[in-house]
């Protein structure tokens, strides 16, 4: 019989213990151990279980799940003698940045407080030993959501010290979604504010901690080293493009067929293939999105869930906001063509308005493209990468996103088109501006301070229609146009 379909479940225990679907992934625990970095960060598009993976982390290795074995049992990880005494023998520290989307920097800022003040709640029976003495207690208690910048980037460190002292161990991080504020930073203009406080609780947390066994980070994006990992020069990063944990993230098609011959729909196999596999990871090619495959097992029906998870705000801005050469690209790319282009996987987010680089990096990390191939540029010393769009759930959401800006013109411009083949020069100049009225923005007066880039394109936008009320079609010329 088919297991039970649980749709967004997060929490490692509760889809083992409620017998949900789920794919055997704990060869991560064992891969992730013996690679022996000291601090891990892994970036992978949303919702490919990095959730998941690191609440089987804490499960697997946390001392508050010791004996707690039964939760493994059947798993892969659990079939050597030498992992089941590993497990539950660290004290671990689990942070999640999903939920901060916040408009401004200050509420940014003190959702970041509160969860760290969550974790010190969770240990407060250390006020209660011998263990601290009075003035870390005063420190202790003095964590709260409206505590200084340098109390809030020594906090974790501080805590680690704490916990190491009471287990007689290092402590092991988890911090999930690292890069959410950041991309709101970036969205709602607090990106500087936040890289600086976000700088120095890293630093403290990850590099300058001696209380540190070992951390993982994840995200969605690889942020460039000078923003925010100066100091981070401990850190292994791994990204979609690497080899380590290739197939540790996300569904292999191997696993996607098992899972369609369990619930009946080997079938579909063929339709599945062409809507959803695409995504690679290193040298792996054939990696499916979990949130698709297994919405659409639930539903038994081919859709975009995995694009429609999401507003896909950031991606939409980025391409209406960018330079005409990202836009005619995009035309290709909906045409199932391959871009080539260079470009450096770190997101460097303060430059995403001012070069095409930044963006295509940043839709190849969010999974909205995928490398068909790439090859270090050795003159360059930059990779070359050649890209198409990932599946067909995603040709089909930017094409929805498209149509979604333009759908209000389609009765304008069948109206323009009656006009034009009337050669009635007036009614076109009408409805182009009724053009404009519904699809130009504030974005395009961008946000460089010379103001080059909006000022060029209004003036092309006017002298285009100049042209048009000048041109061939009515016989007129320039100097004898009628307005």
Known sequence: MARAVGIGHQDFETVQTEGYFYIDKTNFIREWWENGDSVTLITRPRRFGKTLNMSMLEKFFSIDYAGRGEIFEGLSIWKEEKYRKLQGTYPVLFLSFADIKEDSFKQARKKICRIIKE??????????????????????????????????????????????????????????????????????????????????????????????????????????????????????????????????????????????????????????????????????????????????????????????????????????????????????????????????????????????????????????????????NTERRRAEYALKLTNMEVRMMFEQMIEGWFGGCRGISNAFLQALMADDVKAMNTYMNKVALQTFSYFDTGKNPSGEEPERFYHGFAFCGKKVRIGSLSGATEDGAEE
């Open 119 to 376: 974790l010190y709640n969770k240990y407060d029976f250390l006020l209660e030993t011998d263990l601290l003495k009075e003035g870390e207690k005063k420190d202790f208690t003095q964590v709260s959501v409206d505590m200084e910048d340098s109390e809030a980037s020594y906090a974790l460190k501080a805590l680690s010290g704490y916990l190491s002292r009471y287990y007689g161990r290092k402590v092991i991080i988890l911090l999930d979604e690292y890069d959410t504020p950041m991309q709101e930073a970036y969205v709602n203009g607090y990106w500087k504010e936040l890289v600086s406080f976000t700088r120095n609780l890293f630093n403290s947390t990850f590099k300058t901690n001696p209380y540190l066994e070992r951390a993982v980070m994840t995200g969605i994006t690889r942020i460039s080293k000078e923003s925010v990992f100066s100091d981070l020069n401990n850190l292994k990063v791994v990204t979609t493009t690497s080899e380590k944990y290739a197939d540790c993230f996300g569904f292999t098609e191997e696993e996607v067929f098992a899972a369609l011959e369990e619930y009946g729909l080997s079938d579909r196999t063929e339709q599945v293939k062409e809507w959803y596999d695409g995504f690679s990871f290193g040298k792996r090619k054939d990696i499916y999105n979990p949130w698709s495959i297994i919405s659409f097992l639930d539903e038994r029906n081919v859709g975009t869930y995995w694009a429609n998870s999401s507003s896909n705000s950031l991606a939409g801005k980025l391409i209406r906001e960018g330079s005409p050469e990202i836009k005619m690209t995009m035309e290709r790319l909906l045409r199932g063509e391959t871009f080539h282009t260079t470009f450096d996987e770190q997101i460097v987010f303060n430059q995403l308005d001012q070069g095409d680089d930044a963006v295509w990096s940043l839709l190849l990390a969010s999974g909205y493209l995928k490398v068909e191939h790439y090859e270090l």
